[in-house]
């Protein structure tokens, strides 16, 4: 196989103008976070969701953290979220002490069914934190309602999501917080990065106190005071300028990369279509009021012993697959710190049957047409070839 045969699973873009961006930044010396390339993703960021402030931070995960710290979950408080999600999800709330509450995901869109959510509810309950997974929107009014009527808080984990919709609104600023990613493996990424919105102005203040290590610094510069002081709990969450500078080139030519992401995307869904039933393959529902940005396309094919089978045979073929998520309910630390709720066998299926095909905004028709042709063909091969080895995740 020649390497130009080979279609990666991802391959990043970074806009021309960051090579630039990031000398500047270096020739002058500031490097340290809150400067000026701060300033401008936040203002760039504050152009798309008007009603938000935001704050950048090193990663989706610092961005849920600060989400936590910021509702003030103390030790026992319980936050209800989808099992099928990353550990950052629970992790933010354990680190506080709290309880992170395990539910299921509709099986169309492998978002947390608003349905699941009324039965893990308990008066320790603080907040449910809710996944919009591939880029694809959960079901924002059921999750608003349902919140504002328990009085709940409700954080958005739209690190996938940048660039999507619900109803035309941006996912993100549709919760009392929303928590982007911008890791290079975003359809908008920067290496290392993410951003927390606070849309709920009662928290702005003590925001930007978390984000600066609990001092009052921004106040400090913005009002020209004689000092700062350390005045609440906090951490080091935002970045170096050099990363800022980067990010904000990238959300120049975000849209671009995110309509790339969408035409492949569709050519996925259309080149699939056809055989999809017949093929025993699921792709993702896109509920009407939903438009997503690309990110993530992703079928599942079954049993883990055919989608292990099938990886196999694409990889020799020279194209990069991957799995996803462990669910959380079922993952190693879920006994010592987790709760699960009803039953579970949605995320159990994903966990076992999911594949996410190359998707990127480089790859060309012809290679998603390869794609899915060895897709299809190693389907079939599964289904009729005898099985040449167990591999040790597939033991009983
Ligand atoms: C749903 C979800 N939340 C949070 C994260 C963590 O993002 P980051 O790598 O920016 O910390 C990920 C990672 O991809 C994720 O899939």
């Known amino acids: 196989?020649?390497?130009?045969?080979?279609?990666?699973?991802?391959?990043?873009?970074?806009?021309?103008?960051?090579?630039?961006?990031v000398r500047e930044v270096l020739s002058l010396g500031a490097l340290t976070g809150g400067g000026a390339r701060t300033a401008a993703c936040h203002a760039l960021l504050r152009g798309r969701l008007p009603d938000t402030v935001p704050f950048l931070t090193t990663s989706c995960?610092?961005?849920?953290?600060?989400?936590?710290?910021?509702?003030?979950?103390?030790?026992g408080d319980e936050v209800v979220m989808p099992s099928w999600t990353f550990s950052s999800c629970a992790n933010a709330v354990l680190l506080r002490g709290g309880v992170p509450v395990f539910v299921d995901v509709e099986p169309g869109t492998l978002n947390i069914d608003p349905a699941r959510i009324p039965e893990a509810l308990t008066p320790r309950t603080r907040a449910v934190l809710c996944v919009h997974y591939a880029g694809i929107a959960c079901r924002m009014d059921d999750l608003r309602d349902l919140c504002t009527a328990r009085g709940l808080a409700l954080i958005e984990d739209a690190a996938q999501a940048f660039g999507s919709t619900w109803r035309g609104r941006p996912l993100g600023g549709w919760g009392d917080l929303g928590a982007f990613s911008f890791h290079g493996t975003k359809n908008v990424g920067c290496g290392e990065g993410g951003a927390l919105l606070v849309n709920r102005p009662d928290l702005v203040t003590r925001a930007e106190i978390l984000w600066e290590k609990g001092t009052n610094r921004l106040d400090y510069a913005r009002n020209g005071r004689p000092h700062y002081d350390w005045?609440?709990?906090?951490?080091?969450?935002?970045p170096s300028e050099v990363?800022?500078?980067?990010?904000?080139?990238?959300?120049?030519?975000?849209d671009a990369l995110t309509a790339r992401r969408c035409a492949a995307w569709e050519t996925y869904a259309r080149l699939l279509a056809p055989d999809a039933e017949g093929a025993s393959v699921r792709m993702l529902d896109v509920p009407a009021p939903a438009r997503h940005n690309g990110h993530i396309f992703a079928v599942r094919v079954g049993g883990r012993a055919r989608r292990d089978r099938v990886m196999?045979?694409?990889?020799?073929?020279g194209i990069e697959t991957r799995t996803h998520y462990r669910p959380l309910h079922a993952s190693p630390a879920a006994a010592r710190h987790g709760r699960a709720v009803g039953s579970?066998?949605?995320?159990?299926?994903?966990g076992d049957g999911l594949i996410r095909l190359p998707l990127d905004s480089h790859i060309t028709p012809a290679e998603q047409e390869r794609v899915v042709a060895t897709l299809l063909d190693g389907l079939r091969q599964a289904d009729t070839a005898p099985l040449r080895q167990v591999s040790p995740a597939d033991a009983p």
Do not use: C, N, W, Y
């Open 1 to 21: 196989m020649q390497p130009h045969d080979r279609v990666p699973f991802h391959r990043p873009t970074l806009a021309a103008a960051a090579f630039e961006a």
């Open 61 to 75: 995960t610092d961005a849920l953290e600060m989400a936590v710290l910021l509702l003030e979950i103390r030790p």
């Open 231 to 238: 005045v609440d709990i906090g951490s080091s969450f935002l």
């Open 243 to 254: 990363t800022a500078a980067i990010l904000e080139k990238q959300f120049e030519i975000a």
């Open 312 to 317: 196999a045979f694409l990889a020799e073929r």
């Open 344 to 350: 579970l066998t949605v995320s159990e299926e994903a």
